[in-house]
């Protein structure tokens, strides 16, 4: 999240990562807030992951920070 803020993107895109952890997952969403990033391109065991921290709770869709 740091590089893309460095870099001036607002999205990540995670369609590449096949696995994550759960505590990767909760700093990411939060980094994310904190730095008004979006997370893109979540599928699979990734996708599963992220819900578990409340990825989708506020946002239906896409994570917008």
Same mark, same amino acid.
């Not at 999240?1 to 909760?26: H, I, L, P, T």
């Not at 990033?37 to 409340?54: C, Q, R």
């Given at each position: 999240?740091?590089?893309?803020?460095?870099?001036?993107? *607002?999205?990540?895109?995670?369609?590449?990562?096949?696995? /994550?952890?759960?505590? $990767?997952?909760?700093?990411a969403v939060k980094q994310a807030d904190l730095r *008004?990033?979006?997370?893109?391109?979540?599928?699979?065991? /990734?996708?599963?992951? $992220?819900?578990?921290?409340?990825?989708?709770d506020e946002s239906q869709g896409e994570y917008r920070?």
């Open positions: 999240m740091k590089n893309a803020e460095r870099q001036g993107d *607002d999205e990540v895109d995670f369609s590449a990562v096949e696995f /994550v952890g759960r505590a $990767f997952a909760d700093e *008004d990033i979006a997370i893109t391109g979540l599928s699979g065991d /990734v996708e599963t992951m $992220f819900d578990k921290v409340g990825f989708r920070g």
